[in-house]
């Protein structure tokens, strides 16, 4: 028996740029062993990709934005599942604290300079 898969919208990772890849927040990519004549076994393999964004004028710092969950949708024209594994939690601990310390000082006091321009001059003659 002859099978052909059809991903629909063809963006695996395998055929995906780096570029693409970086701008993904969900990267899929599946393998399909056949079992006997009738069986397909597919494999699927799921990845969460935290993009980078990048906020501040002059202290630069990076801000993640994240997936943890995703929802594949299977559909077969002449078959039906036989057989699935159960959803899987994740459970996610992720702590991000940073602290910014400024130290900045400055002194403001007024300054006056002067240049005698005139002579002295002797009131005694």
Do not use: C
Not at 22 to 28: D, R, W
């Amino acid at each position: 028996m002859a099978s052909v898969i059809f991903v629909r919208p063809a963006n695996l990772v395998g055929w995906l740029s780096e570029t693409q890849r970086k701008e993904n927040l969900l990267l899929l990519s599946f393998s399909a062993t056949p079992e006997d004549d009738s069986t397909l076994r597919l494999e699927l393999n799921v990845v969460f990709n935290p993009l980078a964004v990048r906020r501040g004028v002059l202290t630069r710092y990076n801000y993640y934005v994240a997936s943890t969950g995703a929802e594949i949708e299977i559909e077969l024209e002449h078959g039906d599942v036989r057989s699935h594994t159960n959803e899987a939690t994740l459970s996610v601990e992720y702590e991000n604290a940073s602290e910014v310390r400024r130290k900045k000082g400055a002194e403001i006091a007024p300054s006056l300079q002067v240049k005698n321009t005139v002579d002295t001059v002797d009131a005694t003659r």
